[in-house]
């Protein structure tokens, strides 16, 4: 099957839900994406297949030159299919058409290939603060 990438996707907020739910292992909630997403994200991209949600990622900024990509998640049948490069390809696209200058992400130690690997990140010195 096809799969195909859209910047700034239309989708449904219950299709979103049980896709995150099921790719970061939690309860399926009720998150008003929509609503979060037009208030905090430069954009995000949807992958679909047959009309089936497979992927998403969400790309935060600051309004100016620093976009930062979040809740990166691919359906676990098309895992290592490349759907998550192609995701994180099609935002980075996203974020240099607006014209910033920096993709910045934070993720678990056992995404080190796929995020130096397979999308081309280099490794930084950061800090992180637990609130």
């Known amino acids: 099957m096809k799969i195909t990438y859209e910047w700034r996707g239309e989708f ?3 299709a979103l839900d049980a896709l995150h739910a ?3 292992g939690h309860p399926v909630g009720r998150t008003e994406w929509r609503e979060r997403l037009q208030r905090h994200s430069l954009g995000w ?4 297949e047959d009309g089936t949600p497979v992927g998403f990622v969400n790309v935060a900024w600051d309004g100016g030159a620093h976009a930062f990509v979040l809740d990166t998640v691919v359906a676990e049948h098309c895992r290592t299919r490349g759907v998550g490069t192609a995701l994180v390809a099609t935002a980075a696209e996203g ?3 607006a014209r910033c ?3 910045h992400v934070d993720f678990e130690d056992h995404l080190r290939p796929f995020y130096f690997d397979a999308c081309g990140f280099k490794e930084t010195t950061a800090g992180l603060l637990a609130l």
């Open 95 to 97: 974020a240099r058409a």
């Open 45 to 48: 991209v949807c992958a679909w």
């Open 12 to 14: 449904d907020n219950a």
């Open 22 to 24: 099921t790719g970061f």
């Open 101 to 103: 200058e920096w993709l």
